[in-house]
C-alpha cells in the first residue's frame, strides 16, 4: 500500500536521511536546498511516497507562480529521487505528481533526474510514464544538463598527480607565498562569505542576492553533519571561500568567490584541492564541481569554469534530458518559453541590478 503526501517539518530529518543514502541522491533534492530557494521566489514542495517501508520517492518541487494569471511552473531540479527500476513505486509516483499538479494548477513539471541507470533506460522509464522529453540541452531556467565530479579513488599523492602539471604548480607556489586553508567556524563567517560572493556576483554581472540570503546558506548548508566553509587565507586575511555540502559518500563544491585584489594568488585553485582532500577523508567517492549555468555543454576550450574544473581531471556526466509531465495550457507554453521568457529573464536581471546599484 502507497501513501503520496506533502512531507512535514518533522519529517525533514528522514527525507534527508533518504536522500543520503539514495544512489539517485542529489544535494539539491534535500530539505536543505528547497528552503534556501525559498528564499529566491519559489515555493517548495516536499513531495513524498511512502510504503510499509517509509519513504521510498521524493520529489523536491519548486513552484513559481505566474504574474497576473492563476498558473504557475514546476521544476524538479535532478530529481525525482526513487529507484527507477522498481516499476510499482514508479508507476504510483507519476500517477501521485499528475494529480498535484492538477491540484495546484501548474502547466507543466519539469524534471531533469539523477540516475545511474544508462540514459537510455532512464529516458524509456520517463516516456512511458507520460513524460514529454525536451530537443533542448539548455534552457533559461533550469540547471545546465551536466556535471563534472572528481572522483575520489586513490590516495592524495596520487589525486595530486591526476591535476595539470600548471595547477600542481600554482597550488605549490600558492602555499609557498603563504596561502594556508582553515574551516574552523568563527562568527564572522557569514558576513565574510557574503562579501565575497557580492564581489563575484558584481564581476559576473549576474543576478544579485542581498546577504540575508547568503546568511541562510550558512544556516542552512554549514551545519554539523552537512557542510563546511572552507577559507583561503593570506596575511591572516579571508581571500576566498568555498561551500562543500557533503551527503553521505557524495561531496558537492557549492558556492565559491575570492576576493579579487588577491587573485593573483590563486587561493580557489588551494581551495578546490584542499575540498577533495577533505572529502576523500570523510570517505566520499566524488567532489562534484558542477556546471557553468546555462551551458548546453561541457566546454573547457572555450569556458574559463569549464578550463578551470578540466585541470582537476574530473569526470563529465550528462544527464538524460529535460522531461516535462505537461498539464493544461502546455503547448502555449513552450510557445513562450522558446521566444519571450529569455528575454524576460534578461530584462529582470537588469532591473535586479538597476535597483540594487539605485540603493
Known sequence: MYNSRIAKPKDYPAWNDFIRISPNGNMRQTTYWGELKEDSGWTPHYFMVENSGGICATALIQERKLPLVPYSLMYCCRGPVVDWTDERTVEHLFASLRNFLRQHHAILLRMDPESTLEPTALDEILRSHGSIKLSERVTKWNRSLYTTRVVLDADEQALFSRLRKKMRQNINKARR????????????????????????????DSLLHESSYYARVFDLL?????????????????ISGLVVVVLGSKAWGVFIANDYAYRQLMPNKVLVWEAICLARKLGCRYLDL??????????????????FKEAFNPEVLYYSGYYDIPNSFYSAFRAVERSLLPRAIRGYVAMQRLLHSAK
Request: proline share 3%.
Open 177 to 204: 607565498e603563504g596561502v594556508v586553508v582553515d574551516y574552523t567556524r568563527h562568527q564572522d563567517d557569514p558576513a565574510v562569505f557574503a562579501r565575497l560572493m557580492a564581489g563575484l556576483e558584481t564581476r559576473r
Open 222 to 238: 554549514v551545519q554539523e553533519g552537512v557542510g563546511y566553509f572552507l577559507k583561503a587565507k593570506f596575511n591572516n586575511e579571508i
Open 290 to 307: 558542477g556546471s557553468t549555468q546555462g551551458s548546453a555543454e561541457y566546454d573547457p576550450v572555450n569556458d574559463h569554469l569549464d578550463n
